[in-house]
């Protein structure tokens, strides 16, 4: 699985739009981009994943760039509920084996 | 409905003592998985099953023993708890499908306090 690398913590104003970044730049052409997040000491949740193309869910969307070696998640209109840390985790299906990296704590302020 | 579900939600105990930490998925999965939360926060898997057979250790002591009875049920005995093995214990479960769309659902964690 590729390594991803993510910044340890972001705030973002109410309202606003989050981009959280992550780095995967060995990532292999098989490899999909998973975001997930917890949600203070709850279990993580699924928000989206991607190959190549852009995605987009209820919760977010997921933008890889051309070369893939990096991603953004953005949260369009974050509220003080999407404080929480945020995983990408870069492996391939049938894995068996997500490995969640240290995340990027998000903090939503009022 | 909980999709996934842990028992007991909360685990104190002494040191050496035997426990046992319960999960069921009602999604009809086929992968299930324990992972580990210590206290800094570094969530680290330690067993994938894919339909009651193991498929992942990840060098987990042998204290630790998981059993899935069938595809539905995941369970994590512990033997002689030690103080370092205090950490909230999720459960998780994913269907394989093609096309990268393997969703893990995780239960809500037993907090396990060995003193």
């Known amino acids: 699985d590729a390594k991803t690398t993510q910044p340890t913590s972001m705030d973002c104003a109410e309202g606003r739009a989050a981009n959280l970044p992550c780095n995967h730049s060995?990532?292999?052409?098989?490899?999909?981009v998973y975001w997930y997040r917890q949600i203070h000491s709850q279990g993580p949740q699924y928000i989206i994943h991607?190959?190549?193309n852009n995605e987009t869910n209820e919760m977010a969307s997921l933008i890889i760039t051309e070369d893939r070696k990096s991603s953004t998640l953005i949260l369009p209109h974050a509220t003080l509920r999407d404080t929480a840390v945020y995983y990408c985790i870069a492996t391939t299906s049938g894995t068996y084996k997500y490995i969640f990296g240290t995340g990027t704590r998000l903090k939503v302020l009022a | 409905d909980t999709a996934v579900s842990q028992t007991p939600k909360y685990l104190v105990t002494q040191m050496g003592n035997d426990k046992s930490i319960k999960c069921e998925q009602n999604?009809?999965?086929?992968?299930m998985y324990w992972y580990k939360q210590d206290s800094k926060k570094f969530l680290k898997i330690m067993f994938s099953y894919n339909n009651k057979e193991l498929i992942i250790n990840e060098t987990v002591p042998n204290r630790f023993s998981p059993k899935s009875p069938d595809k539905a049920h995941l369970n994590l005995h512990i033997n002689s708890l030690e103080l370092g093995d205090s950490a909230v214990y999720f459960c998780?479960?994913?269907?394989?499908?093609?096309?990268?769309?393997?969703?893990?659902?995780f239960g809500s964690g037993t907090q396990l306090s060995v003193l």
């Open positions: 999604l009809g999965h086929d992968t």
């Open positions: 998780a479960s994913s269907q394989l499908r093609p096309g990268g769309n393997e969703k893990l659902f």
């Open positions: 991607g190959l190549k």
């Open positions: 060995t990532i292999s052409g098989n490899e999909y």
